[in-house]
Protein backbone atom coordinates (compact mmCIF):
# COMPACT_ATOMS: atom_id res chain seq x y z
CA UNK A 1 0.00 0.00 0.00
CA UNK A 2 0.79 3.43 -0.37
CA UNK A 3 1.27 6.01 2.69
CA UNK A 4 1.11 9.83 1.94
CA UNK A 5 1.11 12.94 4.13
CA UNK A 6 0.62 16.90 2.82
CA UNK A 7 -0.25 19.46 5.20
CA UNK A 8 -4.28 19.95 5.25
CA UNK A 9 -4.32 23.88 4.76
CA UNK A 10 -2.08 26.15 4.09
CA UNK A 11 -2.68 30.07 4.35
CA UNK A 12 0.01 32.61 2.74
CA UNK A 13 -0.69 36.37 1.48
CA UNK A 14 -0.89 37.70 -2.16
CA UNK A 15 3.33 38.11 -4.06
CA UNK A 16 4.50 35.64 -1.59
CA UNK A 17 5.88 32.19 -1.69
CA UNK A 18 4.95 28.84 -0.24
CA UNK A 19 5.85 25.69 -0.15
CA UNK A 20 3.37 22.08 0.05
CA UNK A 21 5.65 19.48 1.36
CA UNK A 22 4.40 16.14 0.58
CA UNK A 23 6.05 12.86 2.35
CA UNK A 24 5.06 9.37 0.81
CA UNK A 25 6.00 5.44 1.34
CA UNK A 26 5.10 3.27 -1.72
CA UNK A 27 6.49 0.00 -3.22
CA UNK A 28 7.88 0.29 -6.49
CA UNK A 29 8.20 4.45 -6.88
CA UNK A 30 7.96 5.93 -10.72
CA UNK A 31 7.74 9.46 -9.85
CA UNK A 32 5.43 11.80 -8.54
CA UNK A 33 2.87 14.20 -9.80
CA UNK A 34 1.46 17.58 -8.37
CA UNK A 35 -2.31 18.32 -9.55
CA UNK A 36 -3.81 21.92 -8.79
CA UNK A 37 -8.12 21.66 -7.93
CA UNK A 38 -9.94 24.85 -8.13
CA UNK A 39 -13.10 24.00 -5.76
CA UNK A 40 -15.70 22.38 -7.90
CA UNK A 41 -13.59 21.44 -10.44
CA UNK A 42 -11.65 18.62 -12.10
CA UNK A 43 -7.91 18.48 -11.27
CA UNK A 44 -5.11 19.69 -13.61
CA UNK A 45 -1.91 18.45 -13.96
CA UNK A 46 1.02 20.61 -12.42
CA UNK A 47 4.14 18.85 -12.43
CA UNK A 48 5.54 15.10 -12.61
CA UNK A 49 9.11 14.20 -10.97
CA UNK A 50 11.47 11.09 -12.36
CA UNK A 51 14.33 11.90 -11.31
CA UNK A 52 15.88 13.74 -8.03
CA UNK A 53 16.04 17.38 -7.81
CA UNK A 54 14.27 21.06 -8.78
CA UNK A 55 12.00 21.22 -12.34
CA UNK A 56 11.04 24.80 -12.72
CA UNK A 57 8.11 25.88 -14.54
CA UNK A 58 7.45 29.49 -14.54
CA UNK A 59 5.71 30.28 -10.80
CA UNK A 60 5.42 26.93 -10.01
CA UNK A 61 8.38 24.49 -9.24
CA UNK A 62 8.49 20.54 -8.13
CA UNK A 63 11.34 18.62 -5.84
CA UNK A 64 12.22 15.31 -5.47
CA UNK A 65 14.26 12.99 -3.18
CA UNK A 66 13.65 9.34 -4.18
CA UNK A 67 15.98 8.38 -1.31
CA UNK A 68 13.74 10.31 1.02
CA UNK A 69 10.97 9.83 -0.29
CA UNK A 70 9.77 13.69 0.03
CA UNK A 71 8.40 16.20 -2.21
CA UNK A 72 7.80 19.76 -2.40
CA UNK A 73 5.61 22.37 -4.24
CA UNK A 74 6.67 25.77 -4.31
CA UNK A 75 4.78 28.89 -5.99
CA UNK A 76 6.09 32.16 -5.90
CA UNK A 77 4.18 35.32 -5.98
CA UNK A 78 0.99 34.04 -5.05
CA UNK A 79 -1.93 35.24 -6.76
CA UNK A 80 -5.89 34.50 -5.75
CA UNK A 81 -6.26 32.45 -8.44
CA UNK A 82 -3.85 30.15 -6.62
CA UNK A 83 -6.25 29.41 -4.02
CA UNK A 84 -7.13 25.93 -4.61
CA UNK A 85 -6.36 22.23 -3.45
CA UNK A 86 -3.27 20.70 -4.70
CA UNK A 87 -3.00 16.99 -4.15
CA UNK A 88 0.46 15.31 -4.33
CA UNK A 89 0.28 11.92 -6.09
CA UNK A 90 2.72 9.37 -6.13
CA UNK A 91 2.91 6.72 -9.14
CA UNK A 92 3.79 3.17 -9.21
CA UNK A 93 5.23 0.91 -11.09
CA UNK A 94 3.20 -2.19 -12.33
CA UNK A 95 0.26 -0.98 -13.62
CA UNK A 96 1.39 2.61 -12.77
CA UNK A 97 -1.94 3.49 -11.03
CA UNK A 98 -1.86 7.29 -8.96
CA UNK A 99 -2.67 7.29 -5.53
CA UNK A 100 -3.56 11.04 -4.37
CA UNK A 101 -2.72 12.43 -0.85
CA UNK A 102 -5.46 14.06 0.26
CA UNK A 103 -4.82 17.47 -0.72
CA UNK A 104 -3.92 20.64 1.05
CA UNK A 105 -5.97 23.58 0.78
CA UNK A 106 -4.13 26.55 0.09
CA UNK A 107 -5.97 30.28 0.67
CA UNK A 108 -4.20 33.10 -0.35
CA UNK A 109 -5.49 36.65 0.70
CA UNK A 110 -4.84 40.00 -0.29
CA UNK B 1 -6.86 19.53 -26.06
CA UNK B 2 -7.42 16.54 -24.66
CA UNK B 3 -11.34 15.84 -23.81
CA UNK B 4 -13.01 13.96 -21.13
CA UNK B 5 -16.60 13.92 -20.84
CA UNK B 6 -18.74 12.66 -18.32
CA UNK B 7 -22.21 12.35 -19.24
CA UNK B 8 -23.91 14.04 -16.40
CA UNK B 9 -22.67 17.06 -13.93
CA UNK B 10 -25.27 16.14 -11.26
CA UNK B 11 -27.62 13.09 -10.93
CA UNK B 12 -29.95 12.59 -8.33
CA UNK B 13 -31.25 8.74 -7.76
CA UNK B 14 -33.04 6.56 -4.86
CA UNK B 15 -31.91 4.06 -3.00
CA UNK B 16 -31.80 0.46 -4.66
CA UNK B 17 -31.44 1.99 -8.15
CA UNK B 18 -29.14 0.36 -10.85
CA UNK B 19 -27.09 3.60 -11.55
CA UNK B 20 -24.86 4.72 -15.16
CA UNK B 21 -21.94 6.62 -14.70
CA UNK B 22 -20.56 7.49 -18.36
CA UNK B 23 -17.18 8.47 -19.73
CA UNK B 24 -16.08 9.28 -23.37
CA UNK B 25 -12.46 10.59 -24.28
CA UNK B 26 -11.55 11.71 -27.41
CA UNK B 27 -7.42 11.57 -27.49
CA UNK B 28 -7.67 7.37 -27.72
CA UNK B 29 -5.61 7.15 -24.65
CA UNK B 30 -5.16 3.36 -23.69
CA UNK B 31 -6.17 4.08 -19.74
CA UNK B 32 -9.01 4.71 -18.51
CA UNK B 33 -10.13 5.85 -14.65
CA UNK B 34 -12.65 5.84 -12.19
CA UNK B 35 -12.41 7.85 -9.22
CA UNK B 36 -14.66 9.30 -6.29
CA UNK B 37 -13.70 12.12 -3.78
CA UNK B 38 -15.05 12.82 -0.52
CA UNK B 39 -14.02 15.50 1.94
CA UNK B 40 -10.81 14.13 3.90
CA UNK B 41 -10.56 11.11 1.96
CA UNK B 42 -9.47 12.59 -1.06
CA UNK B 43 -9.47 10.99 -4.75
CA UNK B 44 -9.65 7.53 -4.25
CA UNK B 45 -9.13 4.58 -7.20
CA UNK B 46 -12.11 2.48 -7.73
CA UNK B 47 -11.45 0.81 -11.43
CA UNK B 48 -9.32 1.15 -14.06
CA UNK B 49 -8.70 -0.23 -17.37
CA UNK B 50 -5.91 -0.70 -19.72
CA UNK B 51 -7.54 -1.87 -23.21
CA UNK B 52 -10.72 -2.37 -24.06
CA UNK B 53 -12.54 -5.13 -22.35
CA UNK B 54 -10.13 -5.33 -19.26
CA UNK B 55 -10.59 -3.95 -16.32
CA UNK B 56 -8.87 -3.87 -12.73
CA UNK B 57 -9.96 -3.53 -10.04
CA UNK B 58 -8.59 0.13 -7.86
CA UNK B 59 -8.32 0.22 -3.71
CA UNK B 60 -12.53 0.69 -3.54
CA UNK B 61 -14.32 -1.69 -5.84
CA UNK B 62 -17.14 -2.85 -3.94
CA UNK B 63 -20.51 -2.08 -5.08
CA UNK B 64 -19.19 -0.69 -8.50
CA UNK B 65 -18.67 -2.71 -11.30
CA UNK B 66 -17.15 -1.56 -14.90
CA UNK B 67 -17.78 -1.33 -18.58
CA UNK B 68 -15.24 -1.05 -21.47
CA UNK B 69 -16.83 -1.97 -24.51
CA UNK B 70 -15.05 0.39 -27.18
CA UNK B 71 -12.00 2.50 -26.32
CA UNK B 72 -13.73 5.97 -26.08
CA UNK B 73 -15.99 4.81 -23.48
CA UNK B 74 -15.04 3.60 -19.57
CA UNK B 75 -18.52 3.29 -17.78
CA UNK B 76 -19.16 3.09 -14.03
CA UNK B 77 -22.31 1.00 -12.77
CA UNK B 78 -23.86 0.76 -9.50
CA UNK B 79 -25.75 -2.29 -8.78
CA UNK B 80 -27.88 -0.97 -6.52
CA UNK B 81 -27.22 2.47 -5.14
CA UNK B 82 -26.91 3.40 -1.48
CA UNK B 83 -26.55 6.22 0.59
CA UNK B 84 -22.88 5.86 1.01
CA UNK B 85 -22.22 5.96 -2.28
CA UNK B 86 -23.27 9.63 -2.58
CA UNK B 87 -19.90 11.50 -3.61
CA UNK B 88 -18.26 12.95 -6.49
CA UNK B 89 -17.27 10.90 -9.27
CA UNK B 90 -14.20 11.74 -11.60
CA UNK B 91 -13.36 9.96 -14.85
CA UNK B 92 -9.97 10.14 -16.18
CA UNK B 93 -8.12 8.86 -19.16
CA UNK B 94 -4.03 8.59 -19.87
CA UNK B 95 -1.50 7.50 -22.46
CA UNK B 96 1.67 6.86 -20.57
CA UNK B 97 3.73 8.16 -17.81
CA UNK B 98 0.25 8.19 -15.90
CA UNK B 99 -0.31 11.76 -16.16
CA UNK B 100 -4.14 11.51 -15.82
CA UNK B 101 -6.71 13.76 -17.65
CA UNK B 102 -9.76 14.45 -16.02
CA UNK B 103 -13.35 14.87 -16.86
CA UNK B 104 -15.14 17.54 -14.94
CA UNK B 105 -17.12 14.91 -12.45
CA UNK B 106 -20.52 14.25 -11.67
CA UNK B 107 -22.19 14.80 -8.66
CA UNK B 108 -23.56 11.92 -7.49
CA UNK B 109 -26.27 12.14 -5.06
CA UNK B 110 -28.14 8.72 -3.45
CA UNK B 111 -31.39 9.60 -1.68
Known amino acids: GQNIDQPTEMTATEGAIVQINCTYQ??????LFWYQQHAGEAPTFLSYNVLDGLEEKGRFSSFLSRSKGYSYLLLKELQMKDSASYLCAPSNSGYSTLTFGKGTMLLVSP | DVKVTQSSRYLVKRTGEKVFLECVQDMDHENMFWYRQDPGLGLRLIYF???????EKGDIPEGYSVSREKKERFSLILESASTNQTSMYLC??????????FGSGTQLSVL
Open chain 1, 26 to 31: TSGFNG
Open chain 2, 92 to 101: ASSMEAQKLF
Open chain 2, 49 to 55: SYDVKMK
